[in-house]
DNA sequence: ATTAAGATTGGCT
DNA sequence: GCCAATCTTAATA
């Protein structure tokens, strides 16, 4: 498996986000090891989208997404989850980044398990396939939060690697998930691996 | 100092 | 499909 490397990030985030569909999410904790096929990313791409966290300039929130491309990007949302970013390449003075959506989980199903259902989640809740598909389910199983913001992922512990599985040839491709109308809401720039 | 909105989720009708 | 949960951030006063 390579790792991908600074250079490979540094594209346009709507370049970006469908190359990453089928790379593999890895994270490594001492014995315990998390791996993960991207299937679903959004773009975001600073100043000129309205939907992004960087359209009104660099705060200290979204700081990270004004640095380096390959770093994570992590934000809090609605009081109580946290969702996942690539940095992406960008214009000087702007930003870009690419929402990890959704992954289906290769390795390390236990560890997820155990971070994603507590005792109240309904037993008929409990299934594989929903262990990463959402945004904050995918940081939450992957343990991402504020301690990850600007985390760079070409190095360390966390990292996305290319396992030769090349990307979907014919993504699917619509509109982005969650946004207020008229904020962005129109741009088609959500990517998925076809589920069949 | 106050406030509105938020790149969501899970349980319930 | 509807809606509550929960709290940070940034904009406004």
């Given at each position: 498996?390579?790792?991908?490397?600074?250079?490979?990030?540094?594209?346009?985030?709507?370049?970006?986000?469908?190359?990453?569909?089928?790379?593999?999410?890895?994270?490594?904790?001492?014995?315990?090891?998390?791996?993960?096929?991207?299937?679903?990313?959004?773009?975001?791409?600073?100043?000129?989208?309205?939907?992004?966290?960087?359209?009104?300039?660099?705060?200290?929130?979204n700081?990270?997404?004004?640095?380096?491309?390959?770093?994570?990007?992590?934000?809090?949302?609605?009081?109580?989850?946290?969702?996942?970013?690539?940095?992406?390449?960008?214009?000087?003075?702007?930003a870009?980044?690419?929402?990890?959506?959704?992954?289906?989980?290769?390795?390390?199903?236990?560890?997820?398990?155990?971070?994603?259902w507590?005792?109240?989640?309904?037993?008929s809740?409990?299934?594989?396939?929903d262990?990463?598909?959402?945004?904050?389910?995918?940081?939450?199983?992957?343990?991402?939060?504020?301690?990850?913001?600007?985390?760079?992922?070409?190095?360390?512990?966390?990292?996305?690697?290319?396992?030769?599985?090349?990307?979907?040839?014919?993504?699917?491709?619509?509109?982005?998930?969650?946004?207020?109308a008229?904020?962005?809401?129109?741009?088609?720039?959500?990517?998925?691996?076809?589920?069949?």
């Open positions: 498996m390579a790792r991908l490397t600074r250079s490979w990030f540094d594209r346009d985030p709507r370049e970006l986000a469908p190359l990453l569909l089928n790379k593999v999410l890895v994270s490594r904790d001492g014995p315990t090891v998390l791996r993960a096929r991207i299937t679903e990313v959004e773009a975001y791409c600073g100043s000129t989208d309205p939907a992004s966290h960087a359209y009104r300039g660099c705060t200290p929130r700081a990270t997404m004004f640095g380096r491309p390959g770093h994570l990007y992590t934000y809090f949302v609605y009081g109580m989850h946290w969702c996942a970013n690539v940095v992406a390449g960008a214009p000087p003075d702007d870009g980044a690419v929402l990890l959506r959704a992954a289906v989980p290769i390795a390390g199903l236990d560890v997820m398990r155990a971070r994603r507590t005792g109240r989640t309904r037993e809740a409990r299934r594989d396939i262990l990463l598909s959402g945004p904050a389910k995918l940081a939450a199983a992957f343990a991402l939060d504020r301690t990850h913001d600007g985390l760079d992922l070409t190095r360390g512990a966390i990292g996305i690697y290319d396992d030769g599985t090349p990307p979907p040839g014919s993504p699917q491709q619509t509109v982005r998930i969650g946004l207020r008229g904020r962005g809401d129109r741009e088609p720039w959500r990517w998925l691996t076809p589920s069949v």
